[in-house]
Nanobody, 120 residues
Framework: QVQLVESGGGLVQAGGSLRLSCAASGSIFGINAMGWYRQAPGKPRELVAAITSGGSTNYADSVKGRFTISRDNAKNMVYLQMNSLKPEDTAVYYC??????????????WGKGTLVTVSS
């Protein structure tokens, strides 16, 4: 059993910053890639940023230069630093992790999401 819990969402004015955190807990042998997705009203869920266990990252074009993803492997946590926020960043942000749950098995997990609202 693995749980992912996000925190750090809230209301911020355009141009401001937020830092999202995601903590993974449970029966975890290891975590491969971790990422942040978001879903805005009426739109499909999209990848915002991802990071491998080795620290390689990739970002959606819309957030490059503004968002930074990082992780702490020892703590099974992933973070998303969001700067220069825009109203179009408003969405529910979800944490995702590819978790090794045994010596031979991996499984994807999702957090319940945290709402980020950027006002203009």
């Amino acid at each position: 059993q693995v749980q992912l819990v996000e925190s750090g969402g809230g209301l911020v004015q355009a141009g401001g910053s937020l830092r999202l955190s995601c903590a993974a807990s449970g029966s975890i042998f290891g975590i491969n890639a971790m990422g942040w997705y978001r879903q805005a009203p009426g739109k499909p869920r999209e990848l915002v940023a991802a990071i491998t266990s080795g620290g390689s990252t990739n970002y959606a074009d819309s957030v490059k230069g503004r968002f930074t993803i990082s992780r702490d492997n020892a703590k099974n946590m992933v973070y998303l630093q969001m700067n220069s926020l825009k109203p179009e960043d408003t969405a529910v942000y979800y944490c995702n992790a590819d978790v090794r749950i045994s010596l031979y098995s991996t499984r994807g997990y999702w957090g319940k999401g945290t709402l980020v609202t950027v006002s203009s």
